[in-house]
């Protein structure tokens, strides 16, 4: 079965200080991965996407940026942060193809004060 | 532009009475939608998805129908219970992987 890892599960950091949140997936091979924000409550607005190594395309970039070093590992970072970046950050993936599916991790909430 | 709506931002409801969650849904691409719940402090998890034309589908006594004629992808259920207090995102996929949520629906269920 496949499983994902997302780490830290919480953050509290001070604005202007870097961030790195990451993604694991095990039991696929191959994913299509990706990066949500959500602001308490609100909506899941899709941050990043990555179809293989090395290839990560931006669909908003609150000024964060993402890299896909393995398969399986997805990291999304800034090397300063802002308050606007506080909220809830999930990693996602799907298995391609027609599956059309996406399995969400448990997520990190992050607190930028 | 791609964009799905929902109308509700908040329903309140009594135990055990029938519920409607609304989405419309514009694109382009041939329609693929989705219904996500989301609990308290949690991920959102697939409830329902469809891409069939005026076919029911049902999971854990929720059911939708996607209606391309009016772009519509209502989520339903019967008799609903204090465990489906929860925020209910509507979903569409466009052609370039992007996947698009709508602002979510907060269900509160009361004794």
């Known amino acids: 079965a496949q499983t994902i890892h997302q780490w830290p599960v919480a953050e509290i950091k001070a604005v202007g200080s870097p961030l790195s949140l990451g993604c694991t997936i095990k039991?696929?091979?191959?994913?299509?991965l990706y990066w949500y924000w959500q602001a308490t409550g609100g909506t899941l607005q899709q941050l990043f996407y990555s179809i293989t190594v090395g290839q990560v395309e931006s669909v908003v970039q609150l000024n964060l940026s993402a890299s896909r070093p393995k398969d399986d590992q997805f990291i999304l970072s800034t090397e300063k942060l802002l308050l606007s970046h506080s909220g809830f950050y999930l990693c996602?993936?799907?298995?391609?193809?027609?599956?059309?599916?996406?399995?969400f991790g448990a997520g990190t909430r992050l607190s930028v004060l | 532009g791609d964009s799905v709506t929902q109308t509700e931002g908040l329903v309140t409801l009594t135990k055990g009475l029938p519920v409607m969650l609304n989405c419309t849904y514009q694109?382009?691409?041939?329609?693929?939608l989705f219904w996500y719940v989301q609990h308290l402090n949690e991920a959102p998890k697939l409830l329902l998805k469809?891409?069939?034309?005026?076919k029911r589908t049902e999971h854990q006594g929720f059911y939708a129908t996607l209606h391309k004629s009016s772009s519509s992808f209502h989520l339903q259920k019967s008799s609903v219970q204090l465990s489906d207090s929860a925020l209910y995102f509507c979903?569409?996929?466009?052609?370039?992987?992007?996947?698009?949520f709508g602002d979510g629906t907060q269900l509160v269920v009361k004794p």
């Open positions: 996602a993936w799907e298995a391609g193809g027609s599956q059309n599916t996406l399995y």
């Open positions: 694109t382009t691409y041939s329609p693929f």
């Open positions: 039991g696929k091979s191959s994913p299509n």
């Open positions: 979903a569409s996929r466009n052609s370039n992987n992007r996947i698009f």
């Open positions: 469809s891409s069939t034309d005026n």
